[in-house]
């Protein structure tokens, strides 16, 4: 059904400038907790106490001021409390190490009070109060300037929605047909990138960037977005392929129980929940695991109809021989859901105290799946929840979704997210939004479209950029992001220019038989191999809809040699098996086993000419296939 | 994507501050062909192709190495520091208190 403009086009979420009411409550808590540290940490001082204890008083001020009571060289070690305290505080984003600011602002306090042996230096109360007074007058003019700027965004936006609906709707291509799908030999290329690594060993990770097991270059996100694109691959072109596509899928999964994959949650549960007893990965908090691999694990078996996974037990987080916390897809879901349920924000935060919106994405995605799946109601009984406290606690004034926000604080950072990041996901359960954050989205996209030398269209970020997937320089995540994006609402124009860019700018070599961007993460180049082969509203079927009903009963290609045998296209209509093969390194014949065919049956493989066979009682057959370029075959039952 | 958002625009920070400081002091360009390759995209399933990763991340090791030990040593010399002017303060009163009339006070 088409979707018209002034369906959708409302005003932009937030037409009145207000907090939330959770994060209200959170920042009068901090207001009375500074409150009452500033009378604590001055009464010292009027009491005319000991110097130690008037130092240690203005410790508690701001970190280090107590060195400033001090006095002499020891006031040098307040810029390095200060440094030492924003470290602490990127500890704590970084990891959950919620005690790190703590011990570091009490700890310099101590420390002053240890260190003061003489009367405190006078001027030290007044420059610790002159400098409070001076960085809440900082803070509260940059958070009005920008509330005004954010304020005006959101009428220029609103303004403009109309007419940025409609542009984006029309310029969308249309959703393309089921079962007539097929790779190209540069997305076959592309997909080898990802088949390389998700088939070799189980336990072993050669191709990936192994930097740090926190942070958006950890692991277990390349390991998800290769789970991804190969999901939407074979959901969209190969549904009727299982072999070493979805072997392929179990190996990233059963790479992910592993602990080098998920034991950042032993630290993180210690440090931020001081649970040193019970650091179950999948329990409280820890989205950034849960609501991430229940889309793998979701795509999956939503596209297989295999439902190992589902099995008590069936995916064990081995801490060590003692200790195994023993999941499945049933309570990774449930995870998700009660984490939603008992969260006062709704969302819910991946490290300790911080709630990033973007990885709540993920999981109500993951329930979406896990919905279709079995049957179940999750999304229904917590998405209006969700919804409302999305627009009123994580939304900008601008109407834009904030990057994140702490749970135990109530503070808001200042990363502008980027409304094309939360749009896919939000095509999968809530399309009407989605498809205004797209066209909010694509307005700022167009200052950033070039034309190249050719005089075709392409992106153009300025500087060097930032890739996530191993913190250097380089656009290729920005660039397949984008691309990836566009893709799934149609926008095929912009598409192209994301993915000419990524061509251009981020070393993309052909070599082997493998297409890859040399100047990106491996995590950037899953993203790309996803973007390559997205195309209008695959990702929200891949989760929604899951294969045609003809593939999951119809005969199936279920064995095929890697990388010698390429799979372009395999579909079923409940009989017959369409494939479309290449040979992946040299022409020649090759074995190929079918299953699920009518036991003892007879059909008939068509490929140029016709070649008759009897499935037998195991409803299976082997057999040789010449490959010499793109190759279609078609088996049918015999008449 | 992907999720952390506010610790990589941390990340990203200090990152491209060491950038612009290496160009400033190296005077290295500022073109995306400059971009050095990620040898963990050369590896493949069925070649000899060794995974060259490890060197990258022993390069960001070493920087991350230089930087915790540029802050531990600040943090020594000044603990260092406190702990002596603590330790000569206290002898100092102690002296005071020995050789002077009982009226001695801090304030």
């Known amino acids: 059904m088409a979707v018209l403009p002034s369906d959708i086009a409302q005003p932009l979420i937030r037409g009145k400038a207000t907090v939330g009411p959770v994060t209200a409550a959170r920042h009068r808590r901090n207001a009375m907790i500074y409150a009452a540290m500033c009378v604590v940490g001055l009464l ?117 929605m109309g007419a940025a609906l409609a542009e984006a709707i029309e310029v969308a291509a249309p959703v393309p047909a089921v079962g007539q799908r097929e790779l190209t030999p ?141 999941h499945d897809a049933h309570t990774i879901a449930q995870s998700v859901l009660k984490n939603f349920l008992d969260s006062e924000f709704c969302l819910y935060p991946c490290e300790p105290n911080w709630v990033y919106p973007i990885c709540n994405h993920y999981g109500m995605t993951s329930l979406v799946i896990y919905d279709r799946l079995f049957g179940a109601k999750f999304v229904p009984s917590v998405l209006d929840r969700w919804l409302k406290n999305l627009d009123s606690e994580f939304t900008d004034y601008s109407g834009s979704v904030i990057g994140l926000r702490s749970s135990l604080t109530g ?116 993203m790309a191999m996803r973007a390559r082969i997205h195309r209008r509203d695959d990702f929200r079927r891949t989760i929604a809809e899951g294969p045609p009903e003809g593939s999951l009963r119809g005969p199936l290609l279920t064995d095929a040699k890697y990388p010698d045998v390429l799979v372009a296209h395999a579909f079923s209509n409940g009989d017959d098996l369409d494939l479309v093969l290449y040979p992946g390194l040299q022409a020649g ?29 195991n409803g299976a057959t082997s057999l040789s296939v010449a490959l010499r370029g793109r190759t279609p075959i078609h088996i049918v039952p015999a008449i | 994507m992907p999720c952390c958002a506010f610790a990589v625009f941390i990340i990203s920070q200090i990152v491209l501050s060491y950038g612009a400081i290496k160009r400033f002091l190296l005077r290295s360009g500022d073109s995306l062909d400059d971009l050095p390759s990620n040898p963990a995209t050369e590896w493949r399933l069925n070649a000899a192709t060794p995974a060259l990763a490890a060197g990258s991340n022993r390069r960001f090791g070493l920087r991350t190495l230089v930087l915790a030990a540029s802050i531990e040593t600040l943090l020594a010399v000044g603990a260092l520091y406190g702990y002596s002017l603590h330790a000569h303060h206290h002898h100092h009163d102690l002296a005071g208190v020995a050789g002077a009339p009982a009226s001695v006070c801090v304030r």
């Open chain 1, 411 to 526: 503070i808001r950072f200042p990363f502008p997210a980027g409304d094309a990041g939360f749009a896919a996901f939000e095509n999968c359960f809530a399309p009407d939004r989605a498809q205004r954050l797209w066209a909010t989205a694509r307005q700022d996209l167009k200052y950033i479209i070039k034309t190249d030398a050719t005089g075709a269209k392409r992106l153009s970020l300025p500087g060097k950029g930032f890739d996530f997937g191993n913190y250097k320089s380089g656009y290729a995540g920005a660039y397949a992001m984008l691309m990836d994006t566009a893709r799934e609402f149609g926008d095929y124009e912009i598409a192209d220019a994301a993915q000419r860019a990524l061509d251009q700018d981020c070393g993309r070599a052909d070599d082997g038989g493998v297409l890859r961007y040399s100047k990106g993460s491996n995590l950037s180049n899953a």
């Open chain 1, 589 to 617: 014949q090759q074995e190929i086993r079918v299953e699920r065919l009518r036991p003892g049956a007879r059909y008939v493989m068509r490929n140029g000419s016709e070649h008759a066979f009897a499935a037998d009682n």
């Open chain 1, 44 to 160: 010292p001082t009027i009491l005319h106490m000991s110097p130690e204890m008037q130092a240690a008083g203005l410790g508690l001020w701001i970190p280090g001021g107590g060195f400033l009571a001090v006095g002499g060289f020891g006031i040098l070690l307040f810029p390095v409390t200060l440094v030492l305290f924003a470290l602490a505080v990127f500890a704590w984003f970084g990891a959950g190490v919620v005690i790190a600011p703590i011990i570091v602002w009490l700890g310099a306090a101590w420390l002053a009070g240890e260190m003061a042996g003489e009367p405190a230096w006078f001027l030290a109360p007044y420059l610790v109060a002159a400098m409070v007074a001076a960085a809440a007058v900082y803070s509260y003019q940059r958070q009005r300037a920008r509330k005004t700027k954010e304020l005006a965004k959101l009428e220029a936006r609103n303004r403009t």
């Open chain 1, 186 to 326: 540069d997305d076959l290329a592309a997909s080898r990138y990802a088949l390389d690594r998700a088939l070799q060993p189980v336990g072993q990770m050669s191709g990936y960037d192994k930097v740090d097991q926190f942070q958006t270059a950890a692991l277990r996100y390349q390991i998800n977005h290769l789970g991804y694109g190969l999901g939407m691959l074979q959901c969209m072109y190969t549904p009727s392929f299982h072999g070493y596509l979805s072997q392929a899928q179990r190996n990233l999964i059963e790479l992910y129980l592993d602990r080098r994959i998920w034991s950042y949650w032993l630290w993180e549960s210690a440090w931020g929940h001081l649970n040193l007893t019970d650091p179950d990965p999948a329990a409280k908090d820890n989205i950034m695991l849960t609501g991430w691999f229940g889309i793998q694990l979701g795509m999956y078996m939503l596209n297989t109809g295999d439902r190992r996974y589902a099995e008590p037990g069936s995916l064990p987080f081995r801490r060590n021989k003692h200790r195994v916390f023993n």
